[in-house]
């Protein structure tokens, strides 16, 4: 099956900080997803991406759809205690199967 | 508008008992799926649905059965109970294959 590659795994950074992860896949997507997952919470979508090279922002939230369709990246600029949570990517390539979902990047700001 | 909505929210099972679990959308989407999530594995897709009596294999299927009587609803069931089943279970829904609106989630203990 399809796999997604997300890394890395945790990051521990300070307050302010700007954040970069990363999905990658052995196989092209035609849609690529963010979520984050708050505890105890379900996965919340941040951003779709559409189109090979897309660039999108939510608020301090900026992905780009990588230009091989085999990518993603999640970049939070200057960031804050509330962003601690899993990130997720997920991707789907609309020819019948559902979405794949990365591993997920566990983020933790301190203060 | 109450989106996704999953009951119970917590249950513990012993070895070898049957339980349903309940989703609830009201977002009239047409797709609908159940997620398990484990320590360090991200979402794997159990199974999922394409329309309203419809029902679809996903990623790990084995030891659960599903049913979409109505276009609303999606019920996942355990027949016969494993600890390899605890875990947390989320159910989504979407218009098509890509966008997924996640539930809060079912924590289940096999024990």
């Known amino acids: 099956g399809q796999q997604l590659n997300q890394s890395p795994q945790s990051m521990f950074i300070q307050e302010g900080e700007d954040v970069s992860m990363n999905c990658t896949s052995s196989s092209i997507f035609n849609t690529w997803l963010w979520y984050k997952q708050d505890p105890g919470e379900g996965p919340v979508l941040l951003i779709a991406?559409?189109?090979?090279?897309e660039l999108t922002s939510n608020g301090r939230l900026t992905a780009q759809f990588g230009i091989t369709r085999k990518d993603s990246f999640l970049n939070i600029s200057a960031s804050i205690p509330s962003d601690v949570g899993i990130y997720f990517c997920a991707g789907c390539n609309n020819a019948g199967n559902m979405l794949t979902f990365g591993g997920g990047t566990r983020l933790m700001v301190k203060p | 508008n109450a989106g996704v909505t999953q009951t119970p929210k917590f249950r513990v099972l012993k070895t070898g008992q049957s339980m349903t679990l309940l989703c609830a959308q009201d977002?009239?989407?047409?797709?609908m799926y159940w997620y398990r999530q484990d320590p360090g594995m991200g979402l794997r897709l159990i199974h999922y649905?394409?329309?309203?009596?419809?029902?679809a294999k996903g990623e790990v299927p084995d030891g659960y059965n599903v049913s979409r009587l109505k276009k609303q609803n999606f019920l996942l069931g355990l027949e016969s109970a494993a600890p390899s089943q605890t875990s947390v279970y989320f159910c989504?829904?979407?218009?098509?294959?890509?966008?997924?609106?996640f539930g809060q989630g079912t924590r289940l203990t096999v024990v």
């Open positions: 989504a829904s979407s218009y098509d294959d890509t966008e997924a609106f």
């Open positions: 977002m009239n989407h047409e797709y």
């Open positions: 649905s394409v329309g309203e009596g419809t029902t």
């Open positions: 991406l559409y189109k090979a090279g």
